[in-house]
């Protein structure tokens, strides 16, 4: 049908190649060593990029919203004021070089609770011992708000896809996900009404395989910006730590010319 051929030069519009897609790191050390305007626009974009994925950590290592938040911010200040301008990209992932960040993060802020619970320090009073012990989940906690943002970010991806393609892929995965128990006629009459055309059930069942489709392709566009080096061994190695290979097998497969 046609539109399946509209649907593949859409993916092939987007440039959808794993080696073409580069690393955040360069944004770190512009963020960093920049001119004062590249300064500014990456610690933005980086900020915006990955803050989700922070505060969805600290929020559920502190169960506290308000903690939470000003971890938060104490977070966005460290790194604004370059904190963090020692990152080294020869240490790997991006997701790892953060989860060292929020880990120096959290065991300072428990240092700090440590010490209001008990008497003041004097001088030659010794640290209190390093509470790593104290963060048994991090690893855990950290790959699950990063997994998170990922999903969150192809979503969103996704509703851009359908805003510049106008295939409504977003709202049938969107309507799949929000009720999956709508069988394809009533989903085509949800969508019939909220995008005032007339849809078939057997529109609705298409439409959705090649939403899915979409959204494994830009996940795995997610995942491959996260990594220093995106080659096909790093990409699926990241996409089984996270969870998701079997989600997005199809598609990696068809990109390495194996679908």
Known sequence: MADSGG???GMDS?????????????IVFQAHCGSPEQVTEAQTILMMRYAGAVHRYLLAAVRDPDTAADLGQEFAVRFLRG???GADPSRGRFRDFLKRCVRNLMIDHQRRQARSRSRPFADGDPEPADPDTGLPDLDVQFLASWRKELIVRTWAALARYQQETKRPYH???RLRTDQPDLHSPEMA?????QLGVPLSAG???QALHRARDMFASLLIDEVTSSLKEATPE???QELIDLGLIEYCRAALDKRLGKG
């Open 7 to 9: 649907a593949s030069m």
């Open 14 to 26: 987007q440039d959808l190649h794993l080696s073409r897609i580069t690393t955040e790191w360069n």
């Open 83 to 85: 904190d963090f301008h």
């Open 171 to 173: 709202d049938v995965l």
């Open 189 to 193: 009459v949800q969508l019939s009404a």
């Open 203 to 205: 529109w609705v069942r």
């Open 234 to 236: 790093t990409v699926e």
